[in-house]
Structure formats: C-alpha cells, structure tokens
C-alpha cells in the first residue's frame, strides 16, 4: 500500500478551497452541488486507494498502520469541509448524509479493511474497527486489553483473509437471526 500522495491532497484541499472558512451564518448551505463535489472528491479517492492498494510492498506494520490513517484521514478531511461544525452543516441544507455519501465512504472503508487488521495484528493489537461517524467521516481504532503492544511480529495475509471471512460469516449470522 502507498499513501496518498502530495498531488492528490492538494486536489482535495483545492476542492473545498473556495469556500474559506464557512460559518453557520454564511450564505452557503449543504446542497446537491456541494454533495455532488464530495461524492467527486471520495470516486477519485477510492480509484486512487485501489492503485495505492495494488502496490505489493514489503511494510513494517506500523508504518501500514500510518498508511491507513492517512486515507481514512484525507477522506474525513473532504467530509467535515461538506458537513462538519464549521461547515453550513449545522441548522441550513440537508440533515445528515445522503445515500450515496454514506455507500462511497463505506466502500473507502472496505477498501482499507485488510490493510487495516495486517497493520492491527502486526503492532500487537486485540482489536481493531474502521467505521463512518457522523460528520466527521471514517474512523480507525485500535484496541489492547492488555498494558503494552507486545512484539511486532510477522502477520501471514492469508491469516488476515482467513480472520476476516470469519467475522463477516459471523455478522451475517447475527444479522440473520435479528430477522
């Protein structure tokens, strides 16, 4: 995996760089052009992070971990300039995200997922999630049940797979018997 590069956060910054510092009491009001623009903004990030993901290199889990952090960082960046505190968000335009917002930050976080738990097991971690939260846009966690990280150890992908499969056969199990 690659991180994003200079030339693609300076497209995104200079996709909201118009609008300056709204405030609630601005004229500008989230609206479909302004969700149009992000949904821009997260289409171009994912064929991005798809390229980025494509690169088979050798990584150190915590500099993975830091690759992670800095999509999911760069994704919630183009989401709180559209929807966040100091957006129009608070009492003008539409209330929440819409659909398709919400299908290509969770598609952004799917992307991520594998790298995520790779990253997460190598830098001793119980536990790991990556999620949307409104309005900041994606969030990645780690979790220790225990003081410390303990060693940083090799992590086997298809371990990672394997892992990954079980959960969401795990979830789907869930979500059924909640029907």
Sequence with gaps: MLPPSAELRGWVLGQFASRGGARPTDEYSVDEQSEARLHEVLERLAAELSEASDQNQEQEPAELLSMVEAW?????????????????????????????????????????????????LG????????????????TVSLSWSRAGTGPLRAINPASVDDELTRGRRALERLRRAIR
């Design 72 to 120: 999911a960082g760069l994704a919630s960046y183009a989401t709180v300039r559209t929807y966040g505190p100091e957006s129009p968000w608070p009492s003008r335009g539409w209330a929440g995200w819409s659909d398709s917002i919400t299908k290509r930050l969770r598609d952004l976080c799917h992307q991520m997922e594998h790298h995520l738990a790779t990253a997460a």
């Design 123 to 138: 830098v001793g971690a119980d536990g790991w999630s990556i999620g949307l939260a409104f309005p900041w846009g994606v």
